[in-house]
């Protein structure tokens, strides 16, 4: 059964209020042209760097906004509403960058956790440490929707791609990768990353994300993606501000790649060995 997937690219500020009117308004926008699956980025309750000033209006799942404004959409719209992640207290004190996924009657289907933390310092000065305020993920999940198999993955997820074979193994047919990817890795790798995952699983990838200058200061890279199992892009947006891009989603889709390229089939278990180099006077064992 074919169906239209949306994905919501936005660019979230400080206030989770306005970000959840944001969202509101953009995925009413996506039902209206018959999308009944409907995607937002990472992190679109908030983006805010100042950490302190972030816990200061965190909420925990069960008072979220963005929880609660997603549930109310989906009821509301009779959609499948996929918040691809907001920030969420946990008791602890820390965070869960968290996803969710309503069904049509506003019911939470799925919960996922960015299981690979952000923790990098790049060339243009920019440092990252999720993990100093984030809680992993440990958990991969396939949801078995009416329409799909659906797998799910978070951003810097993208560049680990045992997560999506995993999930592709297990019968994935749609993945899923919300994002909020800075300027500099977006121009690098974006794009190729996300098609790899299509081409190399036989899966569709739907990919909304941040875009723009945020209010914290931050600048993601946007271009949000729906790419089908050939690596075929079907749908993008541009490089800044909001935008609803929708395609036709058809699993069988699935099917035809892998029979054409049964690589999932045929893959196989092998040992690695670490062996040394020439050597003086000859070549090693």
Not at 35 to 41: E, K, L, R, S, W
Not at 153 to 159: F, T
Not at 163 to 168: D, I, M, T, V, Y
Not at 231 to 245: C, D, F, H, K, P
């Amino acid at each position: 059964m074919s169906f239209k997937a949306a994905a919501i690219q936005m660019c979230s500020g400080v206030d989770p209020a306005k970000n959840a009117a944001a969202m509101a308004r953009l995925v009413r926008e996506a039902a209206a042209e018959g999308a009944t699956y409907v995607q937002t980025p990472e992190m679109t309750g908030m983006l805010q760097r100042d950490r302190a000033a972030a816990r200061a209006v965190l909420a925990d799942e069960a008072h979220d906004i963005i929880v609660k404004t997603g549930s109310e959409l989906a009821a509301e719209l009779g959609i499948h509403m996929h918040v691809g992640s907001t920030a969420i207290a946990l008791a602890d004190g820390k965070i869960a960058n968290r996803g969710f996924l309503f069904g049509p009657d506003g019911r939470i289907l799925n919960r996922y956790d960015k299981i690979h933390m952000f923790d990098v310092d790049l060339d243009n000065g920019e440092s990252w440490r999720e993990s100093a305020a984030y809680t992993a993920g440990s958990e991969a999940r396939v949801l078995s929707l009416p329409f799909a198999e659906m797998g799910f993955a978070i951003c810097y997820d993208v560049r680990f791609p045992a997560l999506f074979r995993a999930q592709a193994i297990a019968g994935a047919e749609v993945m899923t990768v919300p994002a909020a990817f800075t300027k500099q890795t977006g121009e690098a790798h974006w794009e190729i990353l996300l098609r790899a995952r299509a081409i190399e699983n036989g899966v569709f990838v739907i990919a909304a994300a941040q875009a723009g200058r945020h209010e914290d200061g931050r600048e993601t890279f946007g271009h949000s993606m729906i790419i089908d199992p050939w690596g075929t892009v079907l749908a993008s947006a541009g490089a800044t501000g909001e935008a609803v891009i929708v395609a036709e989603i058809d699993p069988s889709a699935v099917k035809a790649a892998h029979d054409k390229i049964p690589n999932l089939r045929n893959g196989r278990e092998f040992s690695i060995e670490k062996i040394a180099g020439a050597v003086a006077g000859g070549v090693a064992a």
